[in-house]
């Protein structure tokens, strides 16, 4: 099993940063994609980005290059930056492994 903790969520306001990472542990050596979800209120989960083992990312559109997304396979976490916040980032963020293992989630609020 893979268990994936996601951190660096919280309070932010509109205009600024943040840094997600999640840490996997566990048989991390089948983990070739990393997603990162994420789940406003009100609304479905939607994918946000996408990393594969050779580093290739995509992302959903309204996050593109406001949004990054890497990995350090080290420290085998992957890692969220988010800039240029506006509240319609505001949601759970979660990174998913090889479309099986969700983290706990980490909440990113975008308000003033």
């Known amino acids: 099993q893979v268990h994936l903790v996601e951190s660096g969520g919280g309070l932010v306001r509109p205009g600024g940063s943040l840094r997600l990472s999640c840490a996997a542990s566990?048989?991390?050596?089948?983990?070739?994609?990393m997603d990162w979800y994420r789940q406003a209120p009100g609304k479905e989960r939607e994918w946000v980005a996408r990393i594969g083992s050779d580093g290739r990312t995509y992302y959903i559109d309204s996050v593109k290059g406001r949004f990054t997304i890497s990995r350090d396979n080290a420290k085998n976490t992957v890692y969220l930056e988010m800039s240029s916040l506006t509240p319609e980032d505001t949601a759970v963020y979660y990174c998913y492994a090889d479309g099986t293992w969700w983290g706990q989630g980490t909440q990113v609020t975008v308000s003033s």
């Open positions: 566990g048989s991390i050596f089948s983990i070739a994609i």
